[in-house]
Nanobody
Framework: VQLQESGPGLVKPSQTLSLTCTVS????????CGWIRQPPGKGLEWMGA???????YYSPSLKSRTSISRDTSKNQFTLQLSSVTPEDTAVYYC????????WGQGTQVTVSS
């Protein structure tokens, strides 16, 4: 199973960050998938997930700004984070739960004007 994040590396403050995770070798409709991020110099932060049935779960601290959706025809899932600030600068990782956890390589997103 391979996961690949894609999206802009630079987002302006107050805009919406949008990232897509493309999964190959495994279906997004059979396993829980989600997003985690790591700000510079800080630990991993769980952002949210979508389960096999399409139910979504979000971190309480990010819930008001986060949306995760799926495109099952493309085997992709997308993260949207609205009203970003420089504090949202981080490496963003997508993941898929299986017998273990499969990770994408991560993508750097910088929030700056």
């Amino acid at each position: 199973v391979q996961l690949q994040e894609s999206g802009p590396g630079l987002v302006k403050p107050s805009q919406t960050l949008s990232l897509t995770c493309t999964v190959s070798g495994g279906s997004i409709t059979t396993n829980t998938c989600g997003w985690i991020r790591q700000p510079p110099g800080k630990g991993l932060e769980w952002m949210g997930a979508v389960d096999a049935s399409g139910n979504t779960y979000y971190s309480p601290s990010l819930k008001s700004r986060t949306s995760i959706s799926r495109d099952t025809s493309k085997n992709q899932f997308t993260l949207q984070l609205s009203s970003v600030t420089p504090e949202d600068t981080a490496v963003y990782y997508c993941w898929r739960a299986a017998s273990g956890i499969h990770w994408g390589q991560g993508t750097q997103v910088t929030v700056s004007s």
